[in-house]
């Protein structure tokens, strides 16, 4: 069982995405257009066409671009986390919950349409996407780090360990390794089993 302090449901609720039936059509109809176009060459001017309404209508629901990229965002790391969420909280041992997590993670990456339009229309963005603390994908760097806190791994140090682990996974998926490839399920699984339990057990003995 997953630690008790493990509570998915508080930490959907913490990422704070809000919205009611029309703003999620219009998040549909900007999604559509980010993966067809990429995040620059779409205007909101493109998702009030794709939407069939007015412009102003998409700047009252949803705020400028930067605030539609942004709920695109949140919403599809809210998605992933509702999903794949419970598939790790359900793994016994910390070990084991950080590589489904990793697993999983890797595997949205190789098949989500919208980080497969930011690589191919604009992949310097990636990057900078995943780096931010500040930005929609923090929420999965907490799973993380809550799914491997336990009695002997305390969150300020689980937090560490997590934020380290984010960043391999997120240097594999940016550039690919031919020495430790991450292509298919196995792959990634081996690599996390092999290199994050020692990572845990390090972060478990600096606390």
């Given at each position: 069982m997953a630690d008790e302090r493990v509570q998915l449901p508080k930490l959907l609720a913490s990422v704070g995405f809000d919205a009611d039936a029309e703003q999620m059509r219009l998040l549909d109809?900007?999604?559509?257009?980010?993966?067809?176009?990429?995040?620059?060459?779409?205007?909101?001017?493109?998702?009030?066409?794709?939407?069939?309404?007015?412009r102003q209508t998409v700047y009252r629901r949803l705020g400028d671009k930067g605030d539609i990229?942004?709920?695109?965002?949140?919403?599809?790391?809210?998605?992933?986390?509702?999903?794949?969420?419970?598939?790790?909280?359900?793994?016994?041992t910390p070990v084991e919950r950080a590589a489904e997590a990793f697993v999983l993670g890797v595997a949205e990456c190789r098949t989500n349409e919208l980080l497969a339009a930011l690589r191919r229309f604009e992949p310097e963005t990636v990057q900078p996407l995943l780096d931010d603390r500040a930005s929609a994908l923090e929420?999965?760097?907490?799973?993380?780090?809550?799914?491997?806190t336990s009695e002997g791994l305390p969150m300020e140090a689980a937090?560490?360990?997590?934020?380290l682990m984010f960043r391999v996974a997120a240097s594999l998926?940016?550039?690919?390794?031919?020495?430790?490839?991450?292509?298919t399920d196995d792959h990634a699984r081996?690599?996390?089993?092999?290199?994050?339990?020692?990572?845990?057990?390090?972060?478990?003995?600096?606390a």
């Open positions: 109809a900007a999604r559509a257009e980010f993966i067809a176009h990429g995040y620059r060459r779409t205007s909101v001017g493109d998702i009030a066409r794709r939407a069939k309404i007015a990229v942004r709920q695109v965002t949140l919403r599809e790391v809210v998605e992933f986390l509702e999903a794949v969420g419970p598939r790790v909280l359900a793994h016994p929420p999965v760097r907490t799973l993380i780090a809550m799914a491997i937090v560490r360990a997590a934020d998926v940016i550039v690919p390794s031919p020495v430790l490839p991450i292509d081996w690599l996390a089993r092999t290199y994050f339990g020692p990572l845990i057990e390090a972060s478990a003995v600096a």
